[in-house]
């Protein structure tokens, strides 16, 4: 047989194909072998992390065997014959649980973040170690009564048993990822103050108007003599608008009526100083309640901690017997927060074997890993709940200052100054000097925002009440920020949660309020006698000439705070004749009260909306605890109504916005997620308010939501009002600017869902991603797979009852959130309901990480076991912590 040459010249195709398909074959098997590999690798390293849940363990340090039943949800409940195991128990558990969580708190409260993630948190370290939390927290625990004191030391013995039976991804997959760049990392052991430092953290969060006095600063000098018509009543006017006072004509407060409880006896110091005030303002006994009808290093520590922006609040009422089916009361709370992954709160029951006074705690709610004890919840005796109180607790002063000192009423005066050093993970190690003066640290040169203050040749102040006059100006002169915080003079919260946790009755429940001083919250109470009340707690100050609505100059000391607000005087409620309480945020007093407690309130559309429910549904029948779940996932928009109003006879250009604005005829005004109205509604808001304020020549602040309706709601009933003019936009007039906004909310909406207005919805345009607070937002797409969960559509929205809240201007998608909700029945304990936004575990794919997120985005909460006997009914899983040896 004959070769052709030219055949012969070129090999067979067939054995190429086959040779091609044998490499493919095996770098396909090699590829498999090696995904199966890193998936047994990363499931095996996933897995390790996981608690032992169930049989014993021994631990060093316990005196008697302690159980932790844990029910369908992972939710623990811990019994143990005295306080020192049972918080060594309880800080074993968190460990196992939320360890990592707990560790990233510490470097956060420490200014320590860059240790664990490089040199892109030096400057959040930077300003965290200038407000000095660990410092502060570590005084507190110097002055803790030994009781209290061994709570805490016994919750760090418990950590540090978990700690030394595991490291490194053993304690959770975060240490495996970030040891792949970083190298080994090894856990500290964990300390009092750890714990105690975190409550400054939620300070932080629930920090007050710090943000609102900085934005008016820089906006008066940014509109002064700006050509803008609609700042063409000046620039104080303006403010005012944009910041309006409280509504007390259309919405409540939580105290109308003043009335008389005993006083207490309680260790509190006086105030050094209080106003001159009539006995028809403050009567000589404490009072009740009747109702009568970070782009820069703020927001990344906002990002870190809790960030005060639209959303953060809360909401929390407390129904009376007379009002109830069941003759006793109910209590409602859910706590607005910035939405994290894993959940900020913690879930569990502490329970003494035997109640005494040695061991006095049988008491179930919500903890933050990291700190013993129970932040809200109930005993057997009463139940309690916090909102936000939303007084102004931050001062800024705008110091004069020359080389190292600082003018002080005519004379220089030294500043004080302290060393530190931060430790960068990869990097090296950055030196740090902190300034304070008389006020606080100086924070400007930290953050853009005080360091325009700061920087202005003539920055806006606080008008009036001036004794001293400006220094003069020398070549040295500089301005520079400080910030006065109560939170950053060591305090008593952290004893004051014990308290609340061993109350029996409302003058137990006032003493503990009278500890919880920082951060202020609105306490509402109920007890298995039928009673219910209120108490205003918190370091509240006593200004001099200021307000702390701007800032202060802080050469005159006749700016300064004087003093903090006796207990005594305080707002407090029981028994009030209307039969409930309600508070969110609004204005706790009218502006008679005899102290001055803030003038940037929550607007209380909230409250409103909340009081008006209760009061509707009671007319009609008693109230249960379904309606007080109800009333808590109402989405009602206040502004969508007056929108609704407003558009009717506006005439819009195309058919599509037309059948875009027709939706808001039949609207109920609820923000249900599958509503298409809903949808527009939200989208017509967010467009009215962008080319009203932010797209002009100096744009207007737009962070608030609750505020702007109120602003907004005013413009509707003024047509002539010149923020209606906007240049930059060619809009003339209230009815330009509302067609112009329906026509560009409906394009936008178009684009996002598309053209047929039926299918649109809320609820996806304003779901929820749950994203991890550390490796979440790390960029590396695979890594934050790893740790996020969603998302998840849900109904809500901002300044309404059910506060999902989302930022103007940036997205419809959910930030901040009711971080938990609860139900407490007084009549019985077993029938109160809850609900969190993720799950008991911080770890990824567990099967409690994200397991209660579809019930919180649907407004499903579950009955909690309480009592022994429903404990051990509802437990699947047992563990037994025994002393070793």
């Known amino acids: ?106 470097h956060v409260t420490a200014g320590r973040v860059a240790e664990m993630f490089g040199e892109s948190q030096a400057a959040t370290d930077a300003f965290l170690r200038t407000l000095g939390w660990r410092e502060v927290a570590e005084a507190e625990v110097e002055a ?165 922006g639209e959303g953060i609040g809360s909401n929390s009422w407390v129904v009376a017997g007379d009002h109830t089916e069941s003759g006793m009361p109910l209590l409602a709370n859910d706590p607005h927060l910035g939405a994290s992954l894993p959940s900020v709160w913690y879930q569990v029951q502490l329970k003494c074997s035997t109640v005494t006074d040695a061991c006095p705690f049988d008491v179930a709610g919500f903890s933050f890993s990291g700190l013993p004890g129970i932040v809200i919840g109930h005993n057997q005796h009463v139940a309690w709940g916090f909102t936000n109180l939303t007084t102004d607790v931050t001062d800024l002063y705008v110091e004069k200052v020359e080389g190292d000192s600082y003018w002080r009423d005519g004379a220089l005066v030294p500043l004080e100054e302290r060393s530190e050093t931060i430790k960068v993970a990869g990097g090296d190690d950055i030196p740090l000097t902190i300034r304070s003066t008389v006020h606080g640290p100086i924070i400007s040169g930290l953050t853009d925002d005080f360091t325009a203050i700061a920087g202005d040749a003539d920055p806006g102040l606080a008008a009036g009440g001036a004794s001293v006059a400006e220094p003069a100006t020398t070549d040295e002169s500089e301005y520079a920020v400080s910030l006065r915080w109560t939170a950053l003079d060591p305090g008593t919260a952290g004893t004051a949660v014990f308290a609340l946790s061993t109350a029996k009755d409302f003058d137990d429940f006032r003493k503990a309020a009278a500890l919880f001083d920082v951060p202020a919250q609105n306490l509402i109470y109920a007890d298995t006698e039928g009673n219910i009340g209120y108490q205003t707690p918190g370091r509240l100050p006593i200004r001099g000439a200021g307000d702390g609505w701007m800032p202060q100059p802080g050469w005159d000391s006749a700016y300064d705070w004087t003093g903090f607000i006796p207990f005594e005087d305080l707002p407090v409620a029981y028994n009030p004749s209307s039969g409930y309480i309600v508070t969110a945020n609004n204005a706790i007093v009218t502006d008679d009260y005899g102290y001055f407690l803030s003038r940037d309130w929550d607007y209380g559309y909230r409250a409103s909306r909340i009081a008006h429910l209760i009061e509707r549904r009671a007319a009609v029948a008693p109230l249960t605890a379904e309606d007080m779940r109800d009333i808590q996932m109402d989405s009602e928009m206040w502004i969508g109504k007056q929108l609704a109003g407003a558009m009717a006879d506006i ?115 304003h779901a929820i991603t749950l994203t991890s607070d550390t490796l979440g937002s790390s960029g590396v797409a695979p890594i934050e797979a790893l740790f996020n969960r969603g998302p998840y559509p849900v109904s809500g929205g901002a300044s309404v009852v059910n506060a999902t809240g989302w930022e103007l201007g940036v997205s419809y998608a ?65 563990l037994v912590l025994t002393p070793a040896g």
């Open 814 to 878: 959910t930030t901040t959130v009711p971080s938990m909700r609860m139900v407490v029945d007084l009549a019985d304990f077993d029938h109160s309901t809850w609900i969190h936004l993720t799950g008991a575990s911080g770890h990824a794919f567990d099967e409690h990480y994200t397991d209660q997120a579809e019930d919180w985005a649907a407004g499903i909460q579950r009955r909690w076991a309480y009592t022994g006997k429903a404990v051990d009914a509802a437990t699947t899983e047992t």
């Open 144 to 308: 803790m009564d030994e009781t209290t004191l061994g709570y805490y030391e016994a919750y760090a013995d418990g950590v540090n048993a978990y700690l030394a039976s595991r490291s490194g991804a053993e304690l959770s997959l975060e240490y495996a990822v970030l040891g792949m760049q970083y190298g080994s990392y090894e856990p500290e052991p964990w300390e009092p103050a750890d714990s105690v430092a975190w409550l400054k953290a939620m300070a932080w969060d629930l920090r007050g108007n710090i943000e609102d006095e900085t934005e008016r600063a820089l906006l008066a000098t940014e509109l002064t003599g700006a050509e803008d018509p609609g700042v063409a009543a000046g620039v104080q006017a303006t403010l005012e608008q944009l910041y309006p006072a409280y509504p007390f004509d259309e919405n409540p407060v939580i105290v109308p009526k003043i009335s008389t409880v005993t006083a207490l006896e309680t260790d509190a110091e006086p105030a050094s100083h209080s106003p001159q005030k009539s006995g028809d303002e403050i009567q000589a006994a404490t009072s009740t309640v009747e109702w009568q009808e970070a782009s820069d290093v703020i927001e990344a520590a906002s990002l870190l901690v809790g960030d005060v």
């Open 1 to 106: 047989m004959t070769t052709d040459p030219l055949e012969a010249a070129v090999p067979s195709r067939r054995p190429l194909a086959v040779r091609i398909g044998r490499i493919a074959f095996l770098v396909i098997a090699g590829m498999v072998v090696v995904a199966v590999a890193l998936a047994f690798f990363v499931t095996w390293t996933i897995q390790r992390s996981f608690p032992q849940t169930e049989g014993e363990v021994a631990l060093d340090g316990l005196k008697a065997e302690v159980t932790v039943q844990r029910d369908e949800r992972g939710i623990p409940t811990i019994t143990a014959d005295s306080t020192d195991d049972l918080f060594y128990a309880e800080g074993f558990v968190h460990a196992q649980d939320r360890f990592f969580e707990m560790d990233f708190r510490r």
């Open 651 to 765: 005439e819009v250009k195309g058919a599509g916005p037309a059948e875009a604005v027709a939706l808001l005829r039949t609207w109920d005004a609820q923000n249900h997620a599958a509503s298409p109205a809903a949808a527009y509604a939200n989208v017509l808001w967010s467009n009215l308010v962008r080319n009203i304020f932010a797209k002009r020549e100096h744009p207007l602040p737009i962070d608030d939501h609750g505020r702007l309706f109120t602003v907004v709601g005013a413009l509707l009933d003024d047509p002539s009002d010149p923020l209606w003019t906007n240049p930059e936009i060619d809009v003339a007039g209230m009815e330009e600017m509302l067609a112009l906004s329906a026509e560009e909310a409906y394009a936008e909406l178009s684009a996002l869902q598309g053209r047929a207005v039926k299918h649109w919805n809320w609820g996806d345009l």
